[in-house]
């Protein structure tokens, strides 16, 4: 566990040109917040505002997709 107050700061290795989409999931299993960004650098800096959220357990799920480029050429 990782007991966060008001912002919750992350940082990870990215894939090169991928659209990633971290969703935030409450004990329930509910989504509690989504968010989606299109990075093209090889780290991910991020931080969400939770000041809102209730006490409890929070799950982080993160997915991407990598964005392919057409070929050049035959």
């Known amino acids: 566990p990782n007991?966060?107050?008001e912002s919750l700061n992350?940082?990870?290795s990215?894939?090169?040109k991928a659209l990633y989409e971290i969703v935030i999931y409450?004990?329930?299993g509910q989504i509690i917040k989504?968010?989606?960004i299109k990075i093209?650098?090889?780290s991910i800096n991020?931080?969400?505002d939770v000041s809102e959220f209730a006490p409890g357990q929070y799950y982080i799920e993160v997915f991407f997709q990598i964005l392919v480029?057409?070929?050049?050429g035959s």
């Open 3 to 5: 007991p966060v107050r």
């Open 14 to 16: 990215a894939i090169d």
């Open 46 to 48: 991020e931080n969400f």
């Open 26 to 28: 409450n004990s329930l």
């Open 40 to 42: 093209s650098s090889k």
């Open 34 to 36: 989504k968010h989606s």
């Open 10 to 12: 992350y940082q990870y």
């Open 69 to 72: 480029h057409p070929a050049y």
